[in-house]
Each structure stands twice: as C-alpha cells, then as structure tokens.
C-alpha cells in the first residue's frame, strides 16, 4: 500500500519551469514534505549515509530508502555530539533527526572515513531504533570479496525483514531491481543530455532532478524523469562561449545549490560526482535467482570511480 502512495504530485501538469522550480524548492526543503507524506500513509523510512548503500534491498521490503545527505540547517543540537572539526554534512544530518523534521526507522553508514564509520554508533546512542554501519570490501581484487559483500548485503536484508515482520522474497528484489535499472538508464540519459547540449539544462537543475531521487519512490522519480527529459531535449536555446568543466570532488559532502547555480552560469557543468550513491552502478543489474550476488557483482565490477572506494584496478587519473 505505502508504494501507492504519491509523495510529489504538484509537478503534473505544469510547463518545464515550473516543475524545475518546484524540484528546486523541494530539494532545498529542510522539513522533508515527501517523508513527512510516506509516514502519514504508514510507510516505514531506511535512512542511509552516503556513498553506496543497496537501496533495491530496502525498496523490496515496500520501505523507503531515504538519502541521508545532510541539509540547510544550523547544528544547534547535533554540535554537542561531535567534534568541532568534524564536517557540517555529519552534524546537519543527524540535526535534521534531532529537530524533528526527519523521522527515521533504520540507519545505515559505511566505513567511507572516521566520522562516517563512527557516525552509527552515535546516531544509536540517541535513538534505540537499528543504526548500524554497511561494510564494503578494502579489497576489491580479493577473489573473496564478492562472498564477503553478498553476505552484507544478506545481513541488511535480514536487518529490513525484522523491521518489517516480513520476507523479503527473490521476485520482490528482482522486481526493485527492474525499478532500479529504469532509474539509472533515465538519470544515464539526463547526464547524457548535460554532457552533449549543456545549454538545454542548468547546472542546479540537473542537482535537483537527481536529489529527488533520494528522498521518493523511484516508481515515482521515474514518472517525472520520463516526464522531464524530453521536455528538456525540445529546449530551444543557443549554445553560449563557454567553457566545459568537470566537477570532482562532491561525492559526500554536497555544495549548496546557490553554488551550483553560480558555477553554472560561468561555464558548462558536463559532468560530475555531485550525489554519485544515487547513480554509481554503470549499467544494468542482471536479474537471477541469486540478486544479492548481482548486486554485489555490479558494485565490485561494474561502479563508478570514487575517491572512497579502493579499488587498485581503478586508476585515480582515468576518473576524467
């Protein structure tokens, strides 16, 4: 039933600007209206910390998988629990639970730096619902790693089950996984768009599409991407002396939205890293009996590059 449920619905209907305006506004709104609307209906909400988190796993448990990416918010309650030189997105995350604006029922952090690895144990200490850390291989040329991941993800997925009360069948997580791989072929397709007419979509906008991603039902990021894009591609706009830049360096702590609209009417934005746990597998996951193993496979073989994943058979300066 919480599935069926419409999070963001006001774009329908609406010319190409405004839809974006919406999307911008809803990506920059700290009170989180799209949880807020899940929860009213009795969905149930996974928070997980960046960068790579399985979100088909959750997905199939009928749960939302909520991006937990920080926010526009003073730490006035979260600075207590940290280090003063800590990074903001570490207190402004765990400020929006603590304000009361993002109600979670599960969290999960990787091992991607000290503050993230610790961030689970902290968030626990003030909630008494499962916050737990997702461990990723260090060794991805291990001939063991793939075992080793499968069996996180199969911890997680036994994690969801006792949230839930239910099993997470082999249909289900092949069904989430279709959903998942219509997502990342239509953001694949807005980055193509990006990288080949950049003058047809600004900077901030291409963010804030992507952002939505995060925070509803992909059936329902779907819809509107499927929407937009070809808005987008009939744009008729004139290509402008600009020049092409990639933007590195955004993989966890994200820069304001206000930035990226100021980058982006200097130069062409054509590609970047801007919330890559939303678009790091490359292409399709295959279906089989075994998804968790497929999962698996496709982050260790088929991912983007990342300065927090250390995979030596990925070289640092083909990045670009």
Known sequence: MTEQVQVFESWRGKPLS?????????????????VKKWRE???????????????????????????????????????????????????????????DELVLDMFVTHPICDAARNLGAIWGRNYDYSCQILYLPQNPNSASSIDYLAGEYDRLKRDVEALTGN??????????????????????DLYRIKRETPWKVAADDAYALVALAGMMPREQHN?????????????????????RVVFEGAFCEQPPLDLIRTIGRSCY?????????????????????????????????DSSYSPVQHDLRKRKENML
Not at 27 to 32: A, P, S
Not at 70 to 91: Q, T
Not at 223 to 243: F, G, H, N, S, W
Not at 276 to 282: D, K, M, N, S
Request: hydrophobic letters at 40%.
């Open 223 to 243: 819809d509107l991407l499927q929407a937009v894009l070809p808005m987008i591609e009939a744009v008729e706009a004139k290509q402008e002396d600009r020049i």
């Open 41 to 99: 209906n009795g969905g149930k909400v996974v928070g997980h910390f960046q960068v790579y988190f399985p979100e088909e796993i959750v997905h199939a448990a009928g749960l939302l998988p909520f991006k937990v990416r920080g926010s526009n918010m003073a730490p006035d309650k979260a600075d207590s629990r940290f280090g003063s030189y800590l990074c903001s997105i570490i207190k402004t995350s765990l400020e929006a639970v603590l304000s």
């Open 269 to 301: 934005v054509v590609d970047d890293d801007f919330l890559i746990g939303l678009r790091y597998l490359l292409s399709d996951v295959k279906q089989s009996d075994n998804p968790l193993y497929q999962l698996s496979w496709s982050y260790l073989e």
């Open 18 to 34: 405004e839809i974006m305006l919406l999307c911008r506004e809803l990506t920059e709104d700290t009170t989180f209206p799209t």
């Open 167 to 188: 099993k997470i069948t082999t249909e289900a997580l092949n069904h989430s996984i279709t959903v998942f791989n219509k997502n990342r072929k239509l953001l694949r």
